[in-house]
């Protein structure tokens, strides 16, 4: 699994970062979202297409 993230479309909601902390983080200087693991473990798999599919931006993709 790899995480696509498109700053330009973020919009800084945070969603992914409640929902796969592990996976995620959000810049300090713009709150948008940041990778902390572009391809993350079989055990973050399921967080990770949760935090896709509640993106209230769709800024993430998973491939």
């Known amino acids: ?3 696509k993230a498109d700053t330009d479309v ?3 909601a945070g969603m992914c970062v409640l929902t796969a902390p ?3 983080d ?3 200087e713009d709150g948008t979202v940041l ?7 079989a ?5 990770v297409r949760r935090a896709v599919q509640v993106c209230p931006s769709g800024a993430l993709s998973v491939s």
């Open 1 to 3: 699994m790899r995480i």
């Open 10 to 12: 973020c919009i800084g």
């Open 22 to 24: 592990k996976v995620f």
């Open 26 to 28: 959000q810049s300090e």
């Open 35 to 41: 990778l902390l693991e572009p391809e993350p473990s």
């Open 43 to 47: 055990d973050q798999e399921a967080a």
